[in-house]
């Protein structure tokens, strides 16, 4: 049985019509068109389906469409985009950070929260903050790289 779900998604009120149990990925990328969000593991595994939940990272392939009833969604789109793009888009592109790609929405996205709550990490918060994301492509080091020059950008200073 369906029913209609409302919630903001990248500042848009947004109604779905979907089973209380569909996971929140299916609506974002199936009802909605949004598939920045990526399907990986299905298990809390990969984060790669990362989006944030009024401010808080969540993983977008375990949660249920009930339980997101009423909250923000924060997707890679909502960001920015190729005329807009969001500082770590930006550092993103200028570290080259990435190979295929499937991962970094995600990342993107559990970034964002860092910098959110933390303007000025450390590598190792930075390190931490990634530790719930795969990537298969080994881009660790650039990725890091590109966050650290996000929140210099974010700060107002020059990255080093
Ligand atoms: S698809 Fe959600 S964590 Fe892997
Ligand atoms: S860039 Fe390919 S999985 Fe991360």
Do not use: W
Request: aromatic share 4%; net charge negative; hydrophobic share 40%.
């Amino acid at each position: 049985m369906t029913q209609t779900f409302e919630m903001t998604v990248n500042g848009t009120v947004k109604q779905v019509e979907a089973a209380p149990s569909l996971p929140l990925i299916y609506a974002l990328r199936n009802e909605l068109g949004l598939t920045g969000t990526r399907y990986g593991c299905g298990l809390e595994q990969c984060g790669c389906c990362m989006v944030l939940i009024d401010d808080e990272p969540a993983y977008a392939c375990t949660r249920t469409m009930d339980s997101v009833a009423g909250r923000a969604v924060l997707t890679a789109e909502g960001l920015g985009g190729a005329a807009n793009p969001h500082p770590l888009q930006q550092a993103f592109l200028d570290e080259q950070a990435g190979q295929c790609g499937y991962c970094l929405s995600g990342i993107l996205i559990s970034a964002k929260a860092l910098l959110d709550r933390n303007p000025k990490p450390s590598r190792d918060q930075i390190v931490a903050a990634l530790d719930g994301h795969l990537c298969r492509c080994g881009a660790h080091t650039r990725i890091i790289r590109a966050i650290g020059r996000a929140a210099a950008l974010l700060r107002g200073e020059e990255p080093a």
